[in-house]
C-alpha cells in the first residue's frame, strides 16, 4: 500500500461522488493518473545509499518540534479563551503564528516514533492522546495528517500487518464522520457530511476549471505565502471572494487550486514533479527512517488530505521544501562519496 496507490484512489472516488462537468472530471483523474505514474519513476529514480542515522538526534528533534507544538497549542487555546472543536465560529480568532506553530506537533510524534523503538500499543494509545489534543483547535487536517503519518510510520517499520492497518484506516474513517457531523451539528446545518463535503469541494473545483481556468497567475500560491504576513488574504479566502462568498474559506481540492493558478498544462508538470520527489522520497524514507521516514509519512498525510483541501498553506509547502532538501543532500552526498 503506496502513496500514489491511495491517492489514485481517492480521486476517483471524488470524481464518482460528484457531479462536474465531463472535461474537469477528465482532468482531475489525469492529475491521479500522472501522480501515480510519477510516483513509480521516482521511486526507480533512488538508489540506495549506505549512511549512518543518529537516530537519538532525530528523537530530540521529534521530541522539541512537540514540545514547541504543545505549548503554542495551550497558548492559542488562552488566546482565543475558547474550544474551536466545540465552537468552530471561533476558530477565526485564533492566532495565525501560534497555529503555525501548534502544527510543529504533528510534525514531531512522527519523527519521535520513526527514530525510536516505542511498543506498538502504546505507539498507538499515544497517538489517539495526541490526537484528541490536537483536535481542540478544531482543524480536521491536523487530526487526519497526525493520525494518518503515525499509522504509516509503524506500518513502514513493520510493527503493523496489512490487516491491523485496514482496521486503524476503519477508526480513521470513523474520526472523520464523527469530526464532520460534530461540525454541522455545531453549525445548525443537516446532510451527510462526506458525500456533501466532496460534492461541495468538486463543485468549487469545477467552477475554477471552467472559469477561472489559468486566470490566477500564481496568485494562489502567492496568497498561501504572504497571507502569512498580512499581504494578503488567505488563498482559500480569496476563492471564496471569487464565487461571491463572504465570511468564510472554500477549499478547492489540489487541482483545483493548480488549475486556476497556472491552468490545466499545469497538472502535467505540478504531478509530475510532486509525484516523482515523494516516490524517490519513500524510497529514502523506507531506507533510513528517523527524520526521513517521519517527514515523509506527514507528507504523505498531507498530499492525501490535499486532495481536498490543496497544498496551500506555507508552513506546509516548507515541509514539501524541506523534504526536497533532504532528498538532494543525500544525492550531493553520494556524489561526494563516488
Request: charged share 10%.
Amino acid at each position: 500500500m503506496e502513496l500514489n496507490q491511495i491517492f489514485l484512489i481517492l480521486t476517483c472516488i471524488y470524481i464518482i461522488f460528484s457531479n462536474v462537468s465531463f472535461y474537469s472530471g477528465i482532468f482531475f483523474l489525469l492529475a491521479g493518473i500522472i501522480f501515480y505514474l510519477s510516483y513509480n519513476v521516482g521511486k526507480k529514480l533512488y538508489d540506495n545509499v549506505e549512511l549512518k542515522v543518529n537516530y537519538s538526534l532525530h528523537y530530540k528533534i521529534g521530541l522539541i518540534l512537540m514540545i514547541i507544538g504543545f505549548i503554542s497549542t495551550i497558548l492559542d487555546l488562552l488566546w482565543v479563551r475558547d474550544i474551536p472543536l466545540f465552537n468552530p465560529l471561533s476558530r477565526k480568532f485564533l492566532s495565525v503564528y501560534l497555529t503555525v506553530l501548534a502544527r510543529f506537533f504533528i510534525l514531531g510524534w512522527p519523527i519521535v516514533l520513526a527514530s525510536s523503538n516505542i511498543e506498538k500499543k502504546k505507539a498507538i494509545i499515544y497517538t489517539i492522546i495526541f490526537s484528541i489534543f490536537v483536535m481542540l483547535l478544531g482543524y480536521r487536517t491536523t487530526v487526519l495528517v497526525l493520525l494518518i503519518a503515525s499509522i504509516f510510520v509503524l506500518y513502514y517499520k513493520n510493527q503493523l500487518s496489512k490487516k491491523e492497518i485496514y482496521l486503524l484506516f476503519v477508526i480513521v474513517f470513523g474520526i472523520i464522520v464523527l469530526l464532520s457531523f460534530l461540525r454541522l451539528l455545531v453549525l445548525g446545518v443537516s446532510g451527510n457530511p462526506i458525500t456533501s463535503r466532496i460534492s461541495l469541494t468538486m463543485s468549487v473545483y469545477d467552477i475554477l476549471f471552467n472559469y477561472f481556468n489559468g486566470q490566477l497567475n500564481g496568485y494562489l500560491l502567492y496568497a498561501g505565502i504572504f497571507s502569512y504576513l498580512g499581504l494578503s488574504p488567505g488563498p482559500r479566502n480569496y476563492i471564496a471572494h471569487l464565487l461571491g462568498v463572504s465570511g468564510v474559506s472554500i477549499t478547492p481540492t489540489c487541482v483545483g487550486a493548480v488549475v486556476a493558478d497556472y491552468g490545466t498544462i499545469g497538472i502535467i508538470s505540478y504531478f509530475g514533479i510532486l509525484g516523482i520527489f515523494l516516490g524517490y522520497f519513500y524510497k529514502l524514507a523506507k531506507e533510513l527512517k528517523g527524520v526521513y521516514l517521519g517527514l515523509y509519512c506527514v507528507l504523505m498525510g498531507y498530499t492525501l488530505v490535499g486532495i481536498e483541501s490543496g497544498i496551500l498553506d506555507f508552513d506546509v509547502i516548507l515541509y514539501y521544501i524541506v523534504g526536497m532538501i533532504l532528498c538532494l543532500i543525500i544525492l550531493l552526498r553520494k556524489k561526494l562519496k563516488k
